[in-house]
């Protein structure tokens, strides 16, 4: 039972270049999420997918896109890396229960720590 | 005002306590309230979730207090295991919008 699966564990980037960090979830989820997660700033929304084919911005969207490829796949890019990316990014999913998309709690994956040089 | 406020500590009590954390939450219209564990350098992980009469779990007791807009969570015979970050987690602005976590209050327990 995998659960979310994030990959990769780790990365280095240089200053401008690109990455796709991907999540993949198994469990049927209908909304997925990406957030970051910084020393004193807590848990910060990037964007999140309410159902497949549809994303919105959350609280820091700059510098990042996402694709909802389908309902399993939930990926985050970084087009040009900058040192203000270092972070550790979580993927997380959860289940659609009635009329309210965010009743349900989240099932996270195990996280990437990524540091731009 | 912050939407989700959480007293970062840290916590440190001995084994065998009980510790109480609270959290404060900006909108009125939230509806949807948990906590979250999150272990050193590991992902957030459910712990429970918090029920308007208020709902235990074990050593875990959590309540909601709609009126004064915070929830809180009890922690009863603390042991060196429960060390970790708690994190209160509610819904954004308004009901449908997603979690909103608060920044953590990190407890220590010591032998």
């Known amino acids: 039972n995998a659960g979310v699966t994030q990959t990769p564990k780790f990365q280095v980037l240089k200053t401008g270049q690109s990455m796709t960090l991907q999540c993949a979830q198994d469990m049927n989820h209908n909304s997925m999420y990406w957030y970051r997660q910084d020393p004193g700033m807590g848990l910060r929304l990037i964007y999140y997918?309410?159902?497949?084919?549809?994303?919105d911005k959350g609280e820091v969207p700059n510098g990042y896109n996402v694709s909802r490829l389908n309902k399993r796949e939930f990926s985050l890019r970084l087009e040009s890396a900058a040192p203000s990316q270092t972070s550790v990014y979580f993927c997380?999913?959860?289940?659609?229960?009635?009329?309210?998309?965010?009743?349900?709690?989240?099932?996270f994956g195990n996280g990437t720590r990524l540091t731009v040089t | 005002r912050k939407e989700v406020e959480q007293d970062p500590g840290p916590f440190n009590v001995p084994e065998g306590a009980t510790v109480a954390f609270n959290c404060t939450y900006s909108n009125s219209a939230s509806q949807s309230f948990f906590w979250y564990r999150q272990d050193c350098r590991k992902e957030p992980k459910l712990l429970m979730s918090?029920?308007?009469s208020g709902n235990e779990d074990g050593r875990f007791t959590a309540q909601l207090n709609r009126a004064s807009q915070y929830i809180s969570l009890l922690i009863r015979d603390s042991k060196l295991s429960d060390s970790a970050t708690y994190l209160c987690?509610?819904?954004?602005?308004?009901?449908?919008?997603?979690?909103?976590f608060g920044k953590g209050t990190r407890l220590s327990v010591i032998a």
């Open positions: 997380a999913s959860s289940e659609v229960t009635g009329a309210n998309y965010y009743n349900s709690p989240l099932h």
């Open positions: 918090v029920y308007s």
């Open positions: 997918s309410a159902s497949e084919g549809t994303t």
């Open positions: 987690v509610v819904n954004g602005d308004s009901g449908n919008t997603p979690l909103v």
